[in-house]
C-alpha cells in the first residue's frame, strides 16, 4: 500500500491536513507481508472497504470474549474491517500461564476468524514489561537465564504463527515519556541490546513477516518520539530487521490532539520505514456531551489523516471499535465513551469523520 504526497500543508486544525493534498496508489501487499489471502472486495462502505480504496488497511482490536458470545460484535468484526490485533491472547501471561506449557487456544481462533474473512493479524505482542506470567515476574533468573526463556518465547510464539501474521509489534512500550528507556525487566537484566536481539530473533522465526516496535505518546514530535527515532535510525544502521513504528494513538479529548503527527511520522518514513497507527481510540471524561464528541471525532481524523499523508503509512487500528467492550473504564476512573460506534454499535461522529476521510482520499484515485 503506497501513497505519494504531492504537496501537505499540515497547519493547527484538523482542516488544515487537507486530503486534497496528496495522490493515492491502488492497494497492494505491503513489503514483508508474505502471501496472505486479501481482503474480500468491497460491498458496502465499510471502514475496511474504503480504507481499501484509498490503499490503506482500517484494522481494529478483538475481544475474544464478546467473540464468542456476542453475534452483533463478531458481524462487525468480520464485515467492517480488514485487519484485526488481538487485544489480549498473544500476550505472554496467556499463551505460556506456566513455563514450557502453551496455550495458543484463543490466539488460534482469532487466527482462523481472520482467513475466513479475508482479514490480515497483527501480533500483539512479543516483548514487553506488563502482562507478563508470574512464573516470570517472580523468577530469580540470571542474565543468561533470562536472555534464554527471552529468546525461546519469540521463537516459540513466532514459529508457531509462522505464515500466519502480517505485522508483529515486537518491542513494545520500551521508553519513558522524557526520552528515557523504560526501567523493564528487559533492560535490568538484559541491557539495552535487548531491543536488537528481539528483532533479530523474531526474524529468524519468520523472515516473511513486518517486524514493529510500537509505543504510545509518540503521535507528535516530542522526546519521546526522537528517542525513539534515533533508536530506530540506529538499529537500522546496525542492520537490525526493524521494518516499522507503530504508533498506539491512545488520546484524551482533554488534550490537544497531535497536529504535528504527519511530520512526525514523515520522520520514520524518511528512514525508510513503515508506520502504522496501532491502538487508535479517544477517551472522554464521563458522561460525553456533544461537544466531546466532536473533539474526539476530530482527534481521530487527525490520527486517519496523518497517516493518509504518510507515504508509507500501510495501516490504521482502532483499539476495539464499540464502547461496549471498551478497557478505558477500567483503567482511567471516570473516562469511557472512546471508540468510533457506541454500546449499541451506532456510529459516532468519529466513525463519520473517519469514514469521509477515506472517501475523499480514494477519491483522488479515481
Not at 90 to 102: A, N
Not at 207 to 233: C, M, Q
Not at 359 to 364: H, I
Request: negative net charge; aromatic residues 8%; charged residues 25%.
Amino acid at each position: 500500500m503506497r501513497k505519494t504526497t504531492q504537496a501537505a500543508m499540515i497547519g493547527t486544525t484538523a482542516a488544515a491536513l487537507l486530503v486534497s493534498s496528496f495522490t493515492l496508489s491502488a492497494s497492494a501487499a505491503p513489503e514483508h507481508s508474505g502471501s496472505h489471502g486479501k481482503p474480500k472486495p468491497p460491498v458496502s462502505d465499510t471502514l475496511g472497504s474504503l480504507g481499501k480504496r484509498a490503499g490503506l488497511r482500517i484494522g481494529t482490536a478483538v475481544d475474544m470474549a464478546a467473540l464468542a458470545a456476542d453475534a452483533p460484535y463478531r458481524a462487525k468484526a468480520a464485515g467492517e474491517f480488514t485487519s484485526v490485533t488481538p487485544e489480549n491472547v498473544m500476550k505472554w501471561e496467556v499463551v505460556e500461564p506456566q513455563r514450557g506449557t502453551y496455550d495458543w487456544s484463543g490466539a488460534d481462533e482469532l487466527v482462523d476468524f481472520a482467513k475466513k474473512n479475508g482479514q490480515l493479524v497483527r501480533g500483539h505482542t512479543l516483548v514487553w514489561h506488563s502482562q507478563l506470567p508470574a512464573w516470570l515476574n517472580n523468577g530469580d533468573f540470571t542474565a543468561d537465564e533470562l536472555r534464554e526463556i527471552l529468546h525461546k518465547h519469540i521463537t516459540d510464539e513466532v514459529t508457531h504463527f509462522k505464515g500466519k501474521i502480517w505485522q508483529w509489534d515486537v518491542v513494545n512500550e520500551a521508553f519513558n515519556d522524557d526520552g528515557t528507556m523504560r526501567d523493564s525487566i528487559w533492560l535490568q537484566k538484559l541491557g539495552p541490546g535487548y531491543i536488537a536481539d528481539a528483532f533479530r530473533w523474531a526474524h529468524q522465526a519468520d523472515p516473511k513477516a513486518t517486524l514493529f516496535i510500537n509505543d504510545y505518546n509518540v503521535e507528535g514530535v516530542n522526546a519521546k518520539s526522537t528517542a525513539l527515532h534515533d533508536l530506530v535510525a540506529q538499529l537500522r544502521r546496525e542492520h537490525v530487521p526493524v521494518h516499522g513504528v507503530g504508533i498506539q494513538g491512545h488520546l484524551d479529548v482533554q488534550y490537544n490532539a497531535p497536529h504535528d503527527i504527519a511530520a512526525n511520522m514523515k520522520r520514520f518514513d524518511d528512514l525508510g520505514l513503515e508506520t502504522a497507527i496501532t491502538e487508535a481510540d479517544v477517551r472522554i471524561p464521563m458522561p460525553a456531551d456533544n461537544t466531546e464528541l466532536e473533539a474526539q471525532a476530530e482527534a481521530y481524523d487527525v490520527l486517519l489523516r496523518g497517516c493518509l499523508l504518510t507515504e508509507h503509512c500501510t495501516d490504521f487500528t482502532v483499539w476495539g471499535f464499540t464502547d461496549k467492550y471498551s478497557w478505558v473504564p477500567g483503567v482511567f476512573t471516570g473516562e469511557g465513551a472512546a471508540n468510533v460506534l457506541d454500546e449499541n454499535y451506532r456510529a459516532k461522529a468519529a466513525y463519520n469523520a473517519m469514514s469521509q476521510d477515506l472517501k475523499l482520499a480514494a477519491g483522488r484515485d479515481r
